[in-house]
Nanobody, 119 residues
Framework: QVQLVESGGGLVQAGGALRLSCTAS????????MGWYRQAPGKQRELVAT???????KFADSVKGRFTISIDNAKNTGYLQMNTLKREDTAVYYC?????????????WGQGTQVTVSS
């Protein structure tokens, strides 16, 4: 059985930092690509960051210069490093990953983790 499990969310003061983790369990060969999304109450889901199979990254304008996305396939884990957090970063964050399982690629979603930025 393959799962994506998120961790690292919590409460942090404005200006602080958090690192979110998205770990794939089960018999996978690799994480081929990953995206992070967030959704605040009453708001549309927003794409925050992506990393491609070649290592290329893209970020929403609102987080450029503050967030970093990466994959460590030795640990079957992707990360979203969030620095200089602002109150407007408060949301539930979801990871989405393309996982290589045998000869096929599948899309999986994490369960979501709450990030709350206070002032």
């Amino acid at each position: 059985q393959v799962q994506l499990v998120e961790s690292g969310g919590g409460l942090v003061q404005a200006g602080g930092a958090l690192r979110l983790s998205c770990t794939a369990s089960g018999s996978i060969s690799s994480i081929n690509a990953m995206g992070w999304y967030r959704q605040a109450p009453g708001k549309q889901r927003e794409l925050v960051a992506t990393i491609s199979s070649g290592g290329g990254t893209k970020f929403a304008d609102s987080v450029k210069g503050r967030f970093t996305i990466s994959i460590d396939n030795a640990k079957n884990t992707g990360y979203l490093q969030m620095n200089t957090l602002k109150r407007e970063d408060t949301a539930v964050y979801y990871c989405n990953a393309y996982l290589q399982i045998g000869g096929y690629q599948y899309s999986y979603w994490g369960q979501g983790t709450q990030v709350t930025v206070s002032s």
